[in-house]
Nanobody, 119 residues
Framework: EVQLVESGGGSVQAGGSLRLSCALN?????MGWFRQAPGKEREGVAT???????MFADSVKGRFIISADNAKKFLYLQMNSLKPEDTAMYYC????????????????WGQGTQVTVSS
């Protein structure tokens, strides 16, 4: 059974940084991070495949970094230069059909961790 547990969310001022972590149990690639703001659909932020290939949403390119530590079984999202529009619940996902930013391609989800960016 695949289990994903996110941590690292919190409140930060615009321009600040946060690192999200996802503890992986029984994970499968591709994996990634998605987010959902109130009243909006869940959207892909960054995903990574087993060969290290990555995909980023245009809105976070150059600011967010996705990485995985297979030995420690963690997935990370380093978020820099945060903006108020980055405020959302962030979800870890695994078991993707292929590398994509489409939430329908991923079968396993964590419970989410809240990120709030104030101006």
């Amino acid at each position: 059974e695949v289990q994903l547990v996110e941590s690292g969310g919190g409140s930060v001022q615009a321009g600040g940084s946060l690192r999200l972590s996802c503890a992986l149990n029984g994970y499968t690639y591709p994996m990634g991070w998605f987010r959902q703001a109130p009243g909006k659909e869940r959207e892909g932020v960054a995903t990574i495949d087993s060969d290290g290939t990555k995909m980023f949403a245009d809105s976070v390119k150059g600011r967010f970094i996705i990485s995985a530590d297979n030995a420690k079984k963690f997935l990370y999202l380093q978020m820099n230069s945060l903006k108020p529009e980055d405020t959302a619940m962030y979800y870890c996902a695994a078991g993707g059909k292929w590398l994509s930013l489409d939430r329908s391609d991923f079968g396993y989800w964590g419970q989410g961790t809240q990120v709030t960016v104030s101006s």
